[in-house]
């Protein structure tokens, strides 16, 4: 479906939703199907929408909008190196059971002047506030650094952004964003939770959901993995074990 048209669709769901009293987000996303193929280099993103507001419970209709795009979570485990008899070895390590492997907040002013620091830590409208479960026991201030260790090493990364004044807002009803998806991201199932926002109170909020897919024959290979995975694991025996013997043959003529 083109812009045009689904800018139209959420203009007919704001209209058939005039009728409610509470302030209704309406979101959208330019692709909600990102195929990743051989040569990719990532993707631009586009977060659209419109808060509805009949009855002005923000004030005017005077919202901030706040986009939080976040990707599948998965175990990390960082390590922390240290100088030792003058070799830099493993010192500690820390490890955390669900860390989103990419994590992006767009927002209309910078979150410390829309919402309290409370209130940012409950919806994670920030890298500061991702919410990490820590496993096994650790002091919180070690805890804390090894997760600002793990924030920085995804934002240089690229995995990690925070965009303040990253969403535009017109006529006091539509919105919209543009989130960059680099080339490493994570295959799987990406949420962007838009929250419209009220004299610093989340007011609305409302889900989109994108996939993010493997396609061409890093696709079919990653299928067949799954759909075979006894028959795959022959393959790759075998065809190790082939390599090997050609290699040996190779090595043995010289």
């Given at each position: 479906?083109?812009l045009?048209?689904?800018?139209?669709?959420?203009?007919?769901?704001w209209?058939?939703?005039t009728?409610?009293?509470?302030?209704?987000?309406?979101?959208?996303?330019?692709?909600?199907?990102?195929?990743?193929?051989?040569?990719?280099?990532?993707?631009?993103?586009?977060l659209y929408?419109?808060v509805?507001?009949?009855?002005?419970?923000?004030g005017?209709?005077?919202?901030?909008?706040?986009?939080?795009?976040?990707?599948?979570t998965?175990?990390?485990?960082?390590?922390e190196?240290?100088?030792?008899?003058?070799?830099?070895?493993?010192a500690?390590?820390?490890?955390?059971?669900?860390?989103?492997?990419?994590?992006?907040?767009a927002?209309?002013?910078?979150?410390?002047?829309?919402v309290d620091e409370?209130?940012?830590?409950?919806?994670?409208?920030?890298?500061?506030?991702?919410?990490?479960?820590?496993?096994?026991?650790?002091?919180?201030?070690?805890?804390?650094?090894?997760?600002?260790?793990?924030?920085e090493?995804?934002?240089?990364?690229?995995?990690?952004?925070?965009?303040?004044?990253g969403?535009?807002?017109?006529?006091?009803?539509?919105?919209?964003?543009?989130?960059?998806?680099?080339?490493?991201?994570?295959?799987?199932?990406?949420?962007?939770?838009?929250?419209?926002?009220?004299?610093?109170?989340?007011?609305?909020?409302?889900?989109?959901?994108i996939?993010?897919?493997?396609?061409?024959?890093?696709?079919?290979?990653?299928?067949?993995?799954?759909?075979f995975?006894?028959?795959?694991?022959?393959?790759?025996i075998?065809?190790?074990?082939?390599?090997?013997?050609?290699?040996?043959?190779?090595f043995?003529?010289?």
């Open positions: 479906m083109s045009a048209a689904r800018l139209v669709v959420v203009l007919v769901a209209a058939a939703l009728a409610q009293r509470e302030p209704v987000l309406v979101p959208e996303v330019s692709q909600s199907l990102i195929e990743v193929r051989q040569g990719f280099t990532g993707a631009r993103l586009l929408g419109a509805i507001d009949p009855e002005g419970a923000g005017s209709g005077d919202y901030d909008i706040v986009v939080v795009l976040k990707g599948p998965e175990p990390v485990r960082i390590r190196k240290a100088r030792i008899a003058g070799i830099w070895m493993n500690q390590d820390s490890d955390f059971r669900s860390a989103p492997s990419f994590f992006a907040v927002s209309s002013r910078p979150i410390g002047d829309i409370r209130t940012a830590a409950i919806y994670e409208l920030g890298t500061e506030f991702i919410q990490l479960s820590p496993s096994g026991t650790i002091d919180p201030e070690e805890q804390a650094r090894f997760a600002r260790g793990l924030v090493l995804r934002r240089k990364q690229g995995l990690y952004q925070e965009n303040p004044g969403v535009r807002i017109s006529e006091k009803v539509l919105y919209q964003a543009r989130i960059d998806l680099p080339s490493n991201v994570t295959t799987g199932r990406y949420t962007a939770e838009t929250f419209a926002i009220a004299r610093g109170r989340v007011v609305a909020s409302a889900t989109a959901r996939e993010v897919v493997k396609a061409g024959l890093e696709g079919q290979v990653v299928t067949a993995s799954q759909r995975a006894f028959f795959y694991g022959l393959g790759a075998a065809l190790s074990l082939g390599m090997g013997w050609l290699a040996g043959r190779l043995a003529r010289g």
